[in-house]
């Protein structure tokens, strides 16, 4: 299918490739080939069976990728789980629930831990059952902060870890610092 804007208020699904502008989920879509919009907010639920593509995609709600997710800049305050490697030149996340993907690399990553207020925020982590955090085999940049974050290696020009990390490894080129409560198996300087 192509078309210049789409937008899901309902439930549907796309049996093959999905090229558009700008794509808005407010309901819930399926899309069983890949997906490639300029511009994509998930503010429902979106999943994806071949690869996303994109320039900014902003996930609000849950997006469920097999495959590859690129992108200029993905910013998310929902959950996503992406089965391949989450590819940007800006990464924003908002953690208020458990996020997971195989792979993480961008110029600039940034994932601090959110609070969800009042009582809505109570109900959520009641009947979500998740832990409040970034699950990730590798994340590759240039400038990377984490906050609760799980990862085998973080490699990265520069790293900050903020509270509630577990690395296995951090390998960086000019700093590193993280927080106390964070643990880190080992870390070192790369040429």
């Not at 808005?24 to 997906?35: R, T």
């Not at 940007?88 to 993480?104: F, M, N, P, Q």
């Not at 610092?177 to 070192?188: A, I, K, L, T």
Request: aromatic share 4%.
């Amino acid at each position: 299918m192509k078309a210049q804007t789409v937008e899901v208020n309902g439930s549907t699904s796309f049996e093959a490739k999905v090229d558009t502008g700008s794509m808005q989920i407010n309901g819930k879509a399926d899309v069983e080939g890949s997906l490639s919009a300029r511009e994509l907010r998930v503010d429902g639920q979106l999943k994806v069976k071949a690869g996303l593509s994109g320039e900014d995609i902003v996930v609000n709600g849950y997006l469920k990728v097999q495959g590859a997710c690129e992108a200029e800049s993905f910013r998310s305050r929902g959950c996503f789980r992406v089965d391949g490697l989450l590819n940007a030149g800006s990464i924003e996340v908002d953690l208020y629930t458990e996020c997971r993907a195989k792979e993480i690399g961008g110029e600039t990553i940034s994932v601090r831990k959110t609070e969800l207020a009042g009582a809505l925020g109570k109900l959520v982590r009641a009947l979500m059952f998740a832990e409040d955090a970034l699950i990730v085999d590798t994340i590759e940049g240039d400038e990377v902060y984490l906050e609760h974050t799980r990862a085998g290696i973080v490699r990265a020009k520069n790293v900050s870890l903020g509270p509630g990390c577990d690395i296995g490894l951090v390998e960086y080129a000019d700093t590193f610092n993280h927080h106390p409560d964070s643990r880190v198996g080992e870390s070192r300087k790369s040429l």
